[in-house]
């Protein structure tokens, strides 16, 4: 079955400081990956996702995440953060075939200090 | 935007009346889901649809059910609300056919029951 793993509920940055969101997954089939944001009091947005091909991708906002095979890992990172940023970020993982929902993680907020 | 309406934004009910919550979507996507999000646990799949009067449970789909008669809706209804039941509800869309997986969000109902 598949399953996500967000280490930390609540990361803290300072305006400026690098960010780092870990995610770790497990799945029985070649993962599908991705990483949404909600802001306060609205849905969850789309930041990026991995299919196949490059495992560097780059999203929306400056953020980007590297999919490492060997790590089961999806770490979502952007060099510079700012006061924008301030959010939940949920990792997600495809279903077990195309008919099955996305598997999410429960969520890490980030915190964004001047 | 994914064309995703929900209805009410936001409802306050008495525990035991039921409770029917809509989602509505413009572009003839063929998946729906409904989730509901709460501190601590992320969002959590109650129910999802992969056509008209194909529906499938989720993980938490005790005390509701769904209906969808029409491709563009997919309804939500609590039986008996109940206070356990409050919880902000999201409703999502996918085209899993075309490759993508990724789901797309509404903006969410908040429901509370007193």
């Known amino acids: 079955a598949q399953s996500v793993t967000q280490l930390g509920s609540h990361v803290s940055v300072s305006e400026g400081a690098l960010v780092l969101l870990r995610c770790n997954y497990s799945s029985s089939v070649p993962p599908y990956l991705f990483w949404y944001v909600q802001y306060p009091n609205q849905g969850l947005q789309l930041l990026l996702k991995?299919?196949?091909?490059?495992?560097l991708v780059k999203g929306i906002n400056g953020f980007e995440a590297e999919f490492k095979k060997s790590e089961t890992s999806f770490h979502l990172t952007k060099p510079s953060a700012h006061m924008s940023d301030a959010a939940e970020y949920f990792c997600?993982?495809?279903?077990?075939?195309?008919?099955?929902?996305?598997?999410f993680g429960k969520g890490t907020r980030l915190s964004v200090i001047a | 935007d994914a064309g995703i309406t929900q209805s009410p934004r936001h409802k306050v009910t008495e525990t035991g009346t039921p409770v029917t919550l809509r989602c509505h979507q413009t572009?003839?996507?063929?998946?729906m889901y409904w989730y509901r999000q709460d501190p601590g646990h992320g969002l959590r799949l109650i129910h999802y649809s992969y056509g008209v009067k194909d529906t499938d449970k989720g993980e938490v789909s005790d005390g509701y059910s769904v209906s969808r008669s029409k491709t563009e809706d997919f309804l939500l209804t609590l039986e008996s609300a109940t206070s356990s039941q409050t919880s902000v509800y999201f409703c999502a869309i996918s085209e899993p056919l075309s490759g993508g997986y990724e789901q797309y969000f509404g903006p969410g109902t908040r429901l509370t029951v007193t």
């Open positions: 991995y299919t196949t091909g490059a495992t």
């Open positions: 572009e003839n996507h063929r998946y």
């Open positions: 997600a993982v495809r279903g077990n075939s195309g008919n099955t929902p996305l598997v």
